[in-house]
DNA sequence: ACCCCGATCGTA
DNA sequence: ACGATCGGGGTT
């Protein structure tokens, strides 16, 4: 395996949206193939949860590149990020599609769906992708073409042009 | 202690 | 278009 290391995840969050897709989540002997992301990008950043400031929940993001950062939406769903840039400042790649071999589409494309189906929950939030030995993001060759738009369910910040969705996969 | 809202999803 | 469902964050 070819595990991403911090060096991919430390530049700046827009570049390491994009070149996400294509990427590879290994999540306890489940492979699936990243085909849509958001960037969510400092405190400026009306749409981050950093935007209040570091609390107990975003202190993650705060953190070292290269972790997970997965928080309960809506009471019911959880969603799944990297964690993004330099040591100070909260980045972070949501993941909001990926597919799998032999799997209906529709089971892995929102952020919440795909957490559910492949059992990522609160538990595996703040940890470390570039040692843990069942989660882990991995490079396989695969450049898929690519649009960008704004991102989904959030009221501010709609110019900023900062999903990314692979072509060929889904809306 | 209380209130409000949310990086969603499924159904209508 | 709308309701489900509940933790986090801000305020009292």
Not at 49 to 77: C, E
Not at 97 to 123: A, Q, W, Y
Request: with cysteine; glycine share 8%; net charge positive.
């Amino acid at each position: 395996m070819q595990r991403l290391p911090l060096s991919f995840f430390n530049r700046p969050t827009l570049l390491v949206a994009r070149e996400l897709l294509g990427k590879e989540i290994f999540f306890k002997d489940q492979k699936v193939v990243i085909t849509e992301t958001e960037a969510y990008i400092g405190e400026e950043d009306p749409a981050c949860h950093a935007s209040r400031g570091k609390t107990k929940r975003t202190a993650v993001m705060y953190g070292r590149a290269g972790f997970s950062y997965v928080y309960l939406i809506y009471g019911m769903y959880y969603c799944l990020n990297f964690v993004t840039q330099e040591e100070g400042f909260p980045a972070a790649v949501l993941i909001r599609s990926v597919h799998m071999t032999d799997i209906d589409d529709k089971k892995l494309n929102g952020p919440g769906k795909l957490c559910r189906f492949l059992g990522i929950t609160k538990e595996h939030n703040n940890i470390d992708l570039l040692t843990s030995k069942d989660f882990y993001v991995s490079d396989k060759g695969l450049s898929l073409p690519f649009k960008t738009t704004s991102r989904i369910g959030i009221s501010a910040g709609q110019d900023r042009q900062w999903r990314f969705v692979a072509q060929f996969f889904q809306k």
